[in-house]
């Protein structure tokens, strides 16, 4: 077996990119490749991966670039180095390229292959800032994550665009049932508590649905991180309820660990960050709403599995959300074309083949 070393942004919780990881570590082909993850901290996500018969390693990797790492991030490049030498690497994949420093000094250090796999929208300044240049190669999770990298200068033979994927045997369509006359009309936000989710925005478009709407009910669901920023953030949302008069019809749900269950509570899902919560939530058989930021454009066929539509003014947004919530026969239509389209192109064995091809490549070529 070869023996791949996995850089995990987090070991304490749990979001898309843990998701990912853990799909990918846990599904590989063990005949040919042995996953070996190294996580900032301990908690759940470690957890989940030792009960994947992952072997785990925890060692804090600081912030490269902060000047408060400037004494701490070269021994902690070099223990980093020590533990892919001990396991005999042969190859480093960082599921955050915000760790890129650390995987090009190992891969330096060991003179092995190294991937960096883009989960965000970046500026071709942060292209240039974290080192893309120096990794041997990129997975991309769409075209608009690839297209800054490409703007940076690096060359597009470099880079794979390949989609995040679900587990469509947990994620799946529940039995059709009657609406109940009178039943409200469930509409989710799924994501960790933060800015970049943008669940203030989705209150928002809430106010302008229940100012037309009286029977539709708000989800947010997800919990914020124990920091300054989420902190304030979470009670920032909290305000903006109380402030537009929303505790009856917006519920904060809080972290969630059944995913699949909460999904089939919605009706519709919304979501205005991209993520792998698209693919769950169409695997699930429910029609989805987002912006055009990150994967959302190549996951969602507009139209068909849910619709693409421009985050400002939320008005927009919230017409489109009464229009489903009055026509459920086109809500089950979508929810139907969605876990069709998931079928097709979330499948985790297409993913992980996809993912195997590049390391083979690299690996012969090494």
Request: aromatic letters at 6%; charged letters at 20%.
């Amino acid at each position: 077996m070869i023996p791949i070393l996995y850089l995990s942004h987090c070991g304490s919780n749990i979001g898309g990119g843990e998701k990912q990881l853990l799909y990918l570590v846990s599904h590989l082909d063990r005949n040919r490749y042995q996953p070996i993850v190294v996580c900032p901290d301990d908690g759940i996500f470690a957890d989940h991966l030792r009960a994947a018969s992952v072997p785990t390693v925890i060692l804090n990797l600081p912030p490269w670039r902060k000047a408060t790492s400037r004494l701490t991030r070269h021994s902690a490049a070099r223990k980093l180095t020590a533990i892919a030498k001990r396991h005999n690497t042969q190859l480093i994949h960082t599921s955050d390229s915000w760790l890129n420093p650390y995987v090009w000094y190992t891969g330096k250090q060991l003179s092995i292959p190294t991937v960096s796999h883009v989960r965000n929208v970046l500026t071709p300044e942060q292209v240039q800032k974290y080192q893309f240049a120096e990794m041997t190669h990129i997975i991309a999770i769409s075209e608009q994550s690839k297209l800054p990298l490409v703007q940076a200068g690096i060359c597009s033979e470099k880079i794979d665009v390949i989609l995040n994927c679900v587990d469509l045997s947990v994620f799946c369509p529940a039995p059709v049932r009657e609406s109940k006359k009178g039943e409200a009309f469930s509409v989710g936000i799924v994501g960790r508590i933060e800015p970049f989710k943008q669940q203030k925005t989705f209150i928002e478009i809430a106010a302008e649905v229940v100012a037309r709407h009286q029977n539709v009910r708000f989800y947010i669901i997800g919990a914020a991180l124990d920091t300054r920023e989420h902190r304030v953030y979470l009670r920032e949302v909290r305000q903006l309820i109380a402030e537009r008069q929303l505790d009856e019809v917006i519920c904060l749900s809080g972290h969630r660990t059944d995913m699949p269950e909460a999904m089939q509570e919605l009706d519709l899902l919304i979501t205005l960050s991209a993520g792998s919560v698209i693919a769950e939530a169409m695997a699930s058989g429910k029609p989805v709403i987002g912006t055009s930021i990150g994967s959302t454009a190549e996951m969602i066929v507009h139209g068909v599995t849910g619709y693409i539509m421009p985050l400002d003014p939320p008005a927009v947004i919230a017409h489109q959300i009464i229009e489903l919530a009055t026509a459920p026969e086109l809500c089950i239509q979508m929810g139907t074309a969605g876990r069709r389209r998931a079928e097709a192109a979330f499948g985790i064995e297409t993913h992980i083949q996809k993912i195997q091809d590049v390391y083979k490549h690299l690996l012969n070529h090494s």
